[in-house]
């Protein structure tokens, strides 16, 4: 089996292109030309896969690298994927996150309709959400230009299923985090402001909304949801996430007790962080995956809390 991974150089691309190697794929990952490479998550598995340039906002480029190595399987990652970017460059993020897909899907089907598609939808589609907890059935209200764009690939990806016969899936992923998300994400800065002052390299720790609930599960166990969407018979959206919710502030008060200290004493708030609309409740139904993929998340918060202190606590010592 051969599979094209957009935005194999991010979290979930790392994690997936490991699973999918692991099951004997021939992996491709699609990277963009830059100036200066960033390709830390995959360097320990760089030798086992091949890394193809191409860009999103190309389209040439994408039906290029499907016409030439014909991948059995597509999973779409790529995206501007930190929601407080797309108040500054929503426009950008429309480009990515909206026409991005339609251009690979739109690539699928001149070169081959039977590629297995996988799009990476978000949770915060639902944005205000209109009722709790949220499933396959739930009306989206997104409320950022990210969550907007997203619905406009979820939405295409659900058209050119219907359209054209493409065994395209949705995935609806709610928050999932990992030792490999990216600094600019509270759950990372959090986890890394604990370390840091706990070793004694921060005093403070500034914040936005610490009242935010979200679904919080582990980046390792969604990637598998992924793979088990492409092998069903039939393709559909799945809502994936763990069914339990949290506030920042739990997350923040759980990984300062992971290094015995009481985050009032460090945490303060910034205004600066704070959204311009705020998504204040997230929670996913995940019953339909249960059932029709067989998917559970093994990973608990506690669990993913101390597995992200912990490596940032090993990364800063230098240990």
Do not use: C
Not at 244 to 267: C, G
């Amino acid at each position: 089996m051969r599979a094209l991974i957009t935005g194999i150089t991010g979290q979930d691309g790392s994690y997936l292109a490991e699973l999918l190697l692991e099951k004997g794929y021939e992996v491709f990952g699609m990277v963009r030309r830059a100036s200066t490479e960033s390709f830390e998550r995959i360097n320990h598995i760089k030798d086992k896969i091949t890394l193809l340039q191409a860009d999103l906002l190309d389209q040439l480029s994408i039906i290029n690298i499907i016409s030439e190595h014909r991948p059995d399987e597509v999973y779409n990652l790529a995206a501007q994927s930190f929601v407080p970017t797309s108040w500054v460059q929503p426009v950008l993020t429309a480009e990515f996150n909206a026409l991005g897909v339609t251009k690979m899907l739109e690539a699928i089907r001149l070169v081959d309709r039977k590629i297995k598609f996988y799009q990476a939808s978000s949770s915060e589609m639902f944005g205000k959400v209109r009722t709790v907890p949220q499933d396959e059935d739930t009306p989206f209200y997104p409320r950022s230009p990210y969550g907007v764009a997203k619905v406009y690939g979820h939405w295409i990806t659900v058209n050119y299923r219907e359209s054209y016969g493409i065994h395209a899936n949705s995935g609806i992923l709610f928050n999932h985090e990992s030792p490999r998300r990216g600094l600019e994400f509270v759950t990372r800065k959090i986890t890394d402001g604990a370390a840091r002052i706990k070793l004694g390299l921060a005093d403070k720790l500034a914040l936005g909304n610490l009242d935010a609930k979200r679904d919080w599960g582990y980046a390792g166990d969604y990637v598998k949801a992924m793979w088990l969407m492409l092998q069903q018979e039939e393709p559909g959206n799945f809502v994936i996430a763990t069914g339990e919710t949290h506030s920042v502030e739990d997350f923040v008060r759980l990984s300062f007790e992971r290094v015995n200290l009481d985050y009032k004493d460090y945490v303060v708030t910034d205004p600066r962080f704070v959204r311009p609309a705020e998504v204040d409740l997230l929670l996913g139904n995940p019953t339909q995956a249960k059932e029709k993929l067989g998917w559970e998340p093994a990973v608990t918060f506690q669990e993913l809390v101390n597995m992200m202190v912990d490596s940032d606590l090993k990364k800063l010592s230098g240990k």
